[in-house]
């Protein structure tokens, strides 16, 4: 079984979250049974941008990182506080881990920023939540990375997204890094993709 962290961050977007546990669930009972997506947070009750209530399944200080074997990072809106959980050391941390052991990585729109203040996308080809009227973009050049005007970029084992539209194709790329192409063909089938 592969495990999947859900790091969550106060003031998160449900929806950017909630592809990963319909994908990932989605296999672990129609496809190939191999996933399970473990929602984490930095306390036990979280605030998602629109009001909504979670309470992660864990804490950040209640898990041993090396049992998860990718890592997926819904984005969120700074008036909702995203930024205060995102760029905290121990959420920095938990990125910091999983790239120094080149496991999957996967974000959505603005996640990739935590990804950049982390350090791991110096460097590297990324994205982030792309508006003409956003400064998001450059805010993570600032961060060493060589932007990419592309709706999703992997390079390597991170994945980083450009909106929110993005989230369910992130979901079924990460699926195919953990499972295969043929898999994710399945799902997607069941799903009502294809």
Request: hydrophobic content about 40%; some cysteine.
């Amino acid at each position: 079984m592969k495990k999947i962290l859900l790091l969550l961050a106060d003031g998160f977007e449900a929806v950017e979250a909630s592809v990963f546990t319909d994908v990932l669930g989605w296999n672990k009972w129609e496809g190939d049974g191999s996933t399970q997506v473990v929602a984490v947070g930095l306390r036990n009750k979280l605030t998602c941008t629109w009001n909504f209530i979670v309470e992660p399944e864990k804490t950040i200080d209640n898990i041993q990182l090396e049992v998860f074997d990718a890592l997926a990072i819904p984005g969120g809106f700074e008036e909702a506080g995203f930024y205060e959980d995102a760029f905290s050391e121990p959420f920095l941390n938990v990125i910091r881990h999983f790239h120094e052991k080149q496991k999957p990585i996967a974000s959505i729109c603005v996640a990739s920023l935590a990804l950049g203040k982390s350090g791991i996308l110096e460097g590297r080809n990324a994205t982030t939540y792309n508006h003409p009227t956003s400064t998001r973009k450059e805010q993570l050049k600032n961060f060493g990375v060589n932007i990419q005007d592309e709706r999703i970029v992997r390079d390597g084992h991170i994945i980083t997204s450009s909106n929110p539209g993005t989230a369910f194709d992130v979901s079924f790329l990460l699926l195919e890094m953990l499972t295969s192409k043929e898999n994710v063909k399945h799902v997607k089938d069941l799903m009502g993709f294809v």
